[in-house]
């Protein structure tokens, strides 16, 4: 009897701890059962593997197909924006073997730096990955849509789109901070972990980034990609229900695998006060469960864009072929080296010069798809993904 009323005290009394001894007290009193726990560790490691070595991979071809190929539409302000998405999530993924070793030991073993270079890392992730995205949406839109601005700014797009990647890299920064500053080793527990240490004060705080790191740019986005496909709808061929596509693809993307985690993690500290202590121990199963897929779903996004730049991209199949071609990988180039050449030639060319663009892009050889206003179909496809 005087057991089941210290189980009883045990759980109230964790409502009124903070929110750092979550996990670890709930964990402890509903006793999970080993092999529940042992096939989360393991489906988690597994996608942890694959995300970094796909990951790694994928991100470091984009990387070097945009250094050792891609120099000259480096002008282009979306490549700018792509090429930083692709370190962004280069450095979240050389992470991954640590939160991996978390997993897998099951308690935090790399002291309290580590802890917060971890955190901080995957923090400004995904604030520097939603505002690139913003970014890359906003550009879109004013060449797509405002044509004739896009024109008059043409020969600033390198200095615009470097301070506006200075600007994405600092503000992600800042947003990071409430993440940085509460992540922490408990060193008075048993077993350490690498958690947040919430204060009320500290949790409005990462609350309130988290609503604007993430709405704010979904807002965006989601203005600039419907005058965008309103843009295309009034347009005439049929190569904008291709570009409709993509669009579709790139916010569904965006919304799956980043929306979830983020509800999950909101809801988590709302109810943190707020549940009855007598369903303490469902609450964390079902929490526990939430939180890790939801988790594994938004480590996925970083091997995802390279993924999306493989199977739409045609310029970025043919870069990666001649990368392979060049290191003597492969014996052959993407349908001989004279198209990859005016593959990468077509990359230099200006506005006033649609017809290589279309043609190695598309591979079409219909003269009917140089339309009277080039400027709106030729810079749209300047952008790698298509």
């Not at 503000?171 to 009320?200: F, M, N, Y």
């Not at 077509?346 to 080039?374: I, R």
Request: proline share 3%; net charge positive; charged share 15%.
């Amino acid at each position: 009897m005087g057991e089941i009323t210290t189980y009883a005290d045990n759980v109230t009394d964790f409502y009124m701890e903070s929110y750092s001894d979550y996990t670890v007290t709930l964990e402890e009193l509903c006793e999970s059962s080993h092999s529940q726990a042992l096939l989360i560790k393991v489906v988690q490691l597994c996608i942890f593997s694959v995300v970094f070595l796909v990951g790694i991979l994928g991100n470091m071809l984009v990387i070097a197909t945009f250094a050792l190929y891609r120099r000259l539409r480096l002008r282009c302000m979306t490549d700018v924006f792509l090429l930083h998405l692709a370190v962004s999530d280069l450095l979240l993924l050389l992470t991954l073997p640590l939160q991996a070793a978390d997993t897998l030991l099951d308690r935090w073993e790399f002291g309290s730096i580590l802890c917060k270079v971890m955190r901080g890392l995957y923090a400004v992730n995904t604030y520097s990955g939603l505002l690139l995205l913003a970014c890359i949406s906003v550009d879109r839109y004013v060449v797509i849509v405002q044509t004739r601005t896009a024109q008059r700014l043409r020969h600033y797009h390198l200095l615009y789109s470097s301070l506006a990647a200075i600007c994405v890299w600092f503000t992600a920064g800042l947003l990071s901070l409430p993440e940085i500053i509460s992540v922490g080793v408990d060193t008075q527990k048993l077993e350490q972990r690498c958690e947040h240490q919430l204060e009320w004060k500290i949790k409005i705080a990462t609350w309130a980034t988290q609503i604007a790191g993430f709405c704010l740019p979904f807002l965006a986005m989601l203005v600039c990609y419907s005058l965008i496909g309103r843009t295309l709808l009034q347009g005439q061929g049929w190569r904008r229900q291709r570009t409709l596509r993509l669009l579709l693809v790139l916010v569904l993307v965006f919304l799956v695998f980043q929306l979830p985690y983020t509800i999950v993690l909101s809801l988590k500290m709302a109810k943190n006060s707020h549940n009855n202590p007598g369903n303490a121990c469902e609450h964390w199963k079902a929490t526990l469960i939430a939180e890790y897929i939801t988790c594994s779903l938004a480590y996925m996004r970083c091997c995802l864009n390279p993924l999306l730049y493989a199977l739409v991209g045609v310029r970025f199949r043919n870069d990666v072929l001649r990368l392979l071609h060049d290191v003597g990988c492969i014996r052959w180039g993407p349908c001989g080296r004279s198209l990859v050449s005016a593959s990468d030639s077509c990359v230099s060319t200006s506005a006033t010069s649609p017809l290589p663009t279309v043609k190695s892009v598309m591979g079409s050889t219909s003269e009917q798809l140089l339309s009277p206003a080039p400027s709106i179909q030729m810079n749209f496809t300047t952008s790698p993904v298509y």
